[in-house]
């Protein structure tokens, strides 16, 4: 397979009507110095920058800013909706994530394939129980629902933020598979 041309990051042909701007190859020069890699999903956006902006300032934002969930939580959520919507992307990327993250192979995999035989503790457990109803059946969340997480010990904010990255990936996965993106090779062999 080494011997074969790359395959484009996703099957539309979407190129940049301009060159990347300065500020952009900043970016991506930043995500090859931290993560080793530019992630194709934002090669797919960069046809069109204000996109991207868009995209990348909201990702940032949910997974990486300051707050009480922490950041393995946030891709354990990436992770179970993305095995909900069987999104390859970003099963691929964020399970590569949950694996590094939480330093146990093992771990990312069960939380890919089936995050309930992953061993997770209550806190963890009525998080994603509330994740998967919100993936399924958003029109069945009640207030009993908001409750659990609160008993279980997430303020509202908390529960917000759940609630924000779960339907960031909802949306992710739903682009991802109508472009037919594809996920870095990279990935399949982090933290294994």
Known sequence: MDDQEPRPVTALALMPEAPLSERTETYFAKCVEKLGLVPNVLRAYAFDEAKLDAFSTFYNELMLAPGELSKLDREIIAVVVSAINHCHYCLT?????VRQLSGDPGFG???????????????????????????ERPDTIVEADRQALRDAGYSDRAIFDIASVAAFFAMSNRV??????RPNAEYHSMAR
């Open 109 to 135: 995999e069960a939380v890919a394939q089936n995050w309930r035989a992953a061993g997770l503790d209550a806190q963890r457990t009525a998080m994603l129980d509330f994740v998967v109803k919100l993936t």
């Open 93 to 97: 990327a964020h399970g590569a994530s």
């Open 176 to 181: 991802a598979a109508a472009t037919d993106m």
